[in-house]
């Protein structure tokens, strides 16, 4: 229960309301949080022509791995920037095409997901049946040797997932997106999630939730406890908030769900 309700707080806490609580994970759930680091040694070896010398060096990558609301979702960091701005969102291995990263993570048993952030990486699990111990210690060697390698993180034309203000915008709509890039994304992507504007009509605001908040238990409450109560709380003409998929989302978890029903027979 604590983990579904802490979106929400966290949001919440924005408005400076009165009944508004500090709210913490337990210790035992917080004591992990931060804490668990893997670190990846990589030995290079260079000939120092004309010597007959050779000199070898020794770099480490330390990688983190930080709880998320979501049981099923975790979060890693490599302590340098992943897309430096915005976020980009695989749902599936057919989607990593782009990313050499994403599908090596992919390739991974039990990974269902993986999400890209400005300076994070959140790897989804199939079901909360799975163990983390392996896909942990798979996901941070994958993220160490791609960040030793140099290769850029996405090739192509990628779009960035953003809500940044256009033209043809009217008043109302500038300001929930402008509500959303500095007030409530920043606090979800620190869960490793994020919120993307789908639309705003009669009165009723559209956002797809991705990261960590995809599946997540506590995304009803962050949709109506957190982010409804904030947009309600500044912009009047806003009367609710409703979580929506991309079609194309919709069809890769019909056919994943497919999937894993044939597997299980």
């Not at 995304?219 to 109506?224: E, F, I, N, P």
Request: net charge negative; proline share 5%; charged share 25%.
């Amino acid at each position: 229960m604590a983990s579904h309700v802490r979106w929400g707080l966290q949001l919440q806490r924005l408005l400076r309301t009165r009944n508004t609580a500090h709210f913490r994970f337990p210790d035992k759930t917080r004591s992990s949080y931060h804490t668990q680091c893997s670190t990846q040694s990589f030995r290079r070896v260079q000939h120092l022509p004309g010597t007959g010398a050779t000199h070898f060096s020794i770099r480490h990558l330390a990688i983190q791995t930080q709880d998320t609301p979501n049981p099923r979702s975790l979060k890693f960091l490599p302590g340098k920037p992943v897309l430096g701005s915005g976020t980009l969102d695989f749902p599936s291995p057919a989607s990593a095409g782009c990313s050499s990263l994403a599908r090596d993570l992919f390739e991974i048993e039990g990974v269902k997901s993986v999400f890209f952030g400005p300076d994070f990486i959140t790897v989804t699990k199939t079901d909360e049946d799975v163990e983390w111990t392996d896909i942990k210690r798979h996901a941070s060697d994958a993220i160490a040797k791609f960040f030793e390698s140099g290769d850029p993180i996405t090739i192509g034309a990628v779009h960035h997932e953003s809500s940044l203000s256009e033209d043809d915008d009217d008043d109302i709509v500038s300001m929930i997106k402008e509500l959303l890039d500095t007030r409530i994304r920043p606090t979800v992507q620190e869960d490793g999630g994020d919120v993307i504007f789908k639309g705003f009509e009669d009165g009723t605001v559209k956002l797809k939730l991705v990261g960590s908040c995809t599946g997540c238990p506590s995304s009803t409450v962050t949709l109506k406890n957190g982010i409804q109560n904030m947009m309600q709380f500044y912009i009047p003409e806003v009367d609710t908030v409703e979580q929506v998929e991309d079609e194309v989302d919709e069809i890769n978890a019909k056919v994943f769900s497919e999937l894993e029903r044939k597997l299980q027979d």
